[in-house]
């Protein structure tokens, strides 16, 4: 497999008090809630503003480090961190997972950043950053699929590697399965790739909310791409006699997904949808129980 790359780079507004606590088995957690907007210009020439909001944690002593700085909601932050992907045993049974940023380093931005008042009572920056970068192989033959208006979209499942030496030196493995969705014409130039190809993923983080059979909101955290880069086989690994994996070299801006029919964002502009309807009390509490176990 790839040799993993997980980047996450947010700049945007703490949507609210961020909160320190403790695991049953006594680690720290901080989680925060970083808030921004993208602003992208369609094809008609009106600019959209998409909200996100994303929950970011970091744990052990940085996270009581963090928390003696005493930020607030409103204040703006650059996060640099990691997507994390987790799964446990729901109560109701079955299995749930999610995807959520797991912080190397916040620092607070020296000024006092433009806000917008949220529907559930929270803040987000009216700008922001919001860019992932990831390395990883393609988990499944992904097939290309047109909406009712034309446009074009892949899926993408992505297993990224990660690797640590732990604290008696022992080498640690772990892979994080992030799904990645690719639009237009982007979507088109990719169709060739197939399982197990490694892949270059540039993108940024959407948040996605529906309602179960059951009636149940759920929510999920994908990656919308704005470039994709087929790598060779072997990537990595420093094999110099790898084979290509698919399309070498195919890459392209994706135009986002129209938020009404005849939308069509620029192709020069950052992308992406997903997050538009969100609110910052939607889909934010679907969170992994607090166990000694839970993988972070």
Known sequence: MARGMNHVYLIGALARDPELRYTPNGTA???ATVAGEDHIVGNDGRERKLPWYHRVSILGKPAEWQAERNLKGGDAVMVEGSLEYS???APEGGKRSMVRVKSLRMEQLGYAPELVQDAGGGVRMGSGMNEVILIGNVTRDPELR???AGDAVLGLGLAVNETWNDRQGQKQEKTHWIDVTLWRELAESMKELRKGDPV????RLVNEAWTDRDGNKRNSTKVEATRVEALSRGAGT???AATPAGPRTQTASSAARPQQSGYAPSRAAN????SGGLDIDQGLDDFPPEEEDLPF
């Not at 270059?200 to 993108?203: A, D, E, K, R, S």
């Open 29 to 31: 957690v901080f989680e």
């Open 200 to 203: 270059l993923v540039q993108g």
């Open 87 to 89: 799964q446990w045993e």
């Open 271 to 274: 992308t992406g949808t997903r």
């Open 238 to 240: 420093g094999n110099p």
């Open 146 to 148: 047109y909406t009712p």
